[in-house]
């Protein structure tokens, strides 16, 4: 989880569109990025669905992986049949 924060931290200006700054002082309700662009107030929402829906995607990814291998692991061995002795 650490390494999905870091990379959604870092490619958080590539999910929506920042609003570049103009010189003047942002009000407390921006976003500020650290190349001097900001998302505004309004970009706090669908931001936040963006990266729930790639942590989602990637935990339902890895619960997929663990049941799968699970099921491969815990699978016993084909016996050959075996006949009963009349």
């Not at 569109?17 to 706090?44: C, I, K, N």
């Not at 339902?60 to 061995?77: I, S």
């Amino acid at each position: 989880m650490i390494v999905l924060n870091r990379y959604v931290e870092k490619y958080r200006e590539e999910y929506w569109p920042t609003v570049a700054g103009d010189g003047r002082e942002l009000p407390a309700t921006v976003w500020q990025m650290g190349d001097g662009t900001y998302h505004p107030q309004s970009h706090f929402w669908p931001l936040h669905l963006v990266e729930t829906g790639i942590v989602l995607t990637v935990t339902a990814l890895a619960t997929a992986a663990a049941f799968l291998l699970l099921a491969r692991r815990t699978v016993p061995a084909r016996t050959p049949r075996q006949e009963s002795p009349e």
